[in-house]
């Protein structure tokens, strides 16, 4: 219990650092808008309630957006993607797939089921967060065109950062 | 009153959803206007010392390069030392401009609205509405002001409008940033008879109380002709490089009260 606690506070103050020092001062031009933080919702337990990851949805958002001066644009791109979580966790799985299984991870579901199921959080989360940002149907075109770059961008930085972080022990030579 | 409690158990999830949206929205909204905007967040001491700290390694790695541009810049000050003086280390003053020396700490050129923390405050003499300019040129006005830092609205902001002239011809027109390219802006209002080439320079008008007169803005790029109307726009390179911004100046006028106790629409 407190040992999942202490890990989410440390994964918590690790990713907003990370995002605010490292990926909000990449550019690989103007379209291109990595975001890691999300990482955060990604890996919170299955059984977590729904109440529970929209609140820390909002809490991680909002600590983005303290340091980028953008109060609640963040927040609110967040806290829809942990709405959908459940949602996008329910179309991709079985409840049989599940039942045995602690937190989404890429060593517990597969490589192939992570890259699907952040790849649908990742389009949402970016479209709404682009959407807001622009506040206009007009930049629609340029909302798109981030969104499609953006994503699988923050896809690959993601896979490869849970793989840093994480490594997948082979378990074939054993 | 049960069945009140029967529907907040239920839906719990989706009644959260909308108030943090609604309460998410709400602040994006509140801080949208350019006047609104408090920047309180961003410049306060917190995040405004973490940026410090941030900003302290990145100096490391620029250290070979900003000597070399503070050279050449020393150099050009010390060619002009005719009709400038130095009043003491910091501050260099002309008659009607002094200058405030500000290392960037923070900056940002991607989003749409982009701003700069510089690590000068209120106790350094700033005020909002202050110009900013660099060695290279306009980098745009002071926004909000805490007390050793402030933030800059840079003029990669579609709440950025700078007053420009032709170098050459002295009209006046209007810098605004499309939202597109930090490396171009586009410039408005340009009357139809005027014909623009590729090259042309603009500089501040002067015109603002917020920045001295002639200094660089940018050189046009690409002029396009629309016949059906009274303005021209071009789009303009900026001659600033904001996504290597690094050491900016404050510009504070000193007769600033004055000249804005003569207007009478304040």
New interface residues.
């Given amino acids: 219990m407190y040992n999942t606690l202490i890990r989410n506070i440390l994964r918590f103050i690790g990713l907003v650092l990370l995002q605010i020092a490292v990926f909000d001062n990449l550019r690989f031009g103007s379209f291109v808008h990595p975001c890691v933080y999300v990482i955060f919702i990604f890996l919170m337990p299955f059984e977590t309630p729904a109440w529970k990851l929209m609140i820390n949805g909002f809490l991680i958002g909002f600590a983005v957006d303290v340091f980028n001066g953008t109060p609640g644009l963040n927040a609110a791109a967040s806290v829809l993607l942990a709405y959908v979580r459940p949602f996008i966790i329910s179309i991709t799985t079985r409840k049989s797939d599940i039942q045995d299984k602690n937190e989404p991870s890429i060593a517990e579901m597969g490589l192939q089921w992570f890259v699907l199921y952040s790849f649908l959080l990742l389009v949402i989360h970016n479209l709404f967060l682009f959407w807001l940002e622009a506040f206009s149907i007009k930049l629609f075109g340029v909302v798109l065109l981030e969104v499609l770059l953006s994503v699988p961008i923050s896809l690959i930085i993601i896979i490869l950062l849970l793989y840093l972080l994480n490594p997948v022990k082979n378990k074939s030579n054993y | 009153m049960y069945n009140l409690f029967i529907f907040i158990k239920k839906y719990?999830?989706v009644i959260?959803?909308v108030l943090?949206?609604v309460?998410?929205?709400?602040?994006?909204v509140h801080?949208?206007p350019y006047h609104n905007r408090k920047?309180a967040?961003?410049s306060n001491s917190i995040?405004g010392g973490?940026?410090k700290t941030?900003s302290n390694w990145n100096d490391y790695l620029h250290l070979k390069s900003e000597n070399e541009m503070l050279a050449e810049h020393n150099a050009m000050l010390r060619s002009r030392l005719g009709y400038e003086y130095y009043e003491n280390d910091s501050v260099i003053v002309d008659e009607m401009f002094s200058f405030i020396p500000a290392h960037v700490i923070n900056n940002?050129?991607?989003?749409?609205n982009n701003?700069i923390i510089i690590d000068k405050g209120r106790v350094d003499g700033l005020e909002p509405d202050m110009g900013v300019i660099c060695d290279n040129g306009v980098v745009g006005k002071v926004v909000n002001v805490s007390t050793h830092y402030a933030?800059v609205m840079s003029m990669l902001n579609s709440y950025s409008i700078i007053s420009c002239r032709f170098a050459d011809n002295q009209y006046v027109a209007n810098v605004v940033w499309d939202?597109?390219?930090?490396r171009f802006g586009l410039v408005k209002d340009i009357p139809s008879h005027l014909i623009i080439n590729k090259g042309d320079t603009l500089v501040t008008s002067g015109f603002s109380n917020s920045f001295p007169a002639d200094v660089m803005v940018g050189t046009i790029e690409d002029a396009e002709d629309t016949e059906n109307s009274q303005f021209n726009t071009a789009k303009l390179r900026f001659s600033t490089n904001f996504?290597t911004l690094r050491f900016v100046y404050v510009v504070k006028n000193n007769y600033r009260a004055e000249i804005d106790s003569l207007c009478i629409t304040r």
């Fill in positions: 719990n999830a959260l959803f943090l949206e309460l998410c929205v709400i602040m994006v801080n949208l920047m967040s961003v995040t973490f940026y941030t940002n050129t991607s989003d749409r701003y933030s939202s597109k390219d930090y996504s």
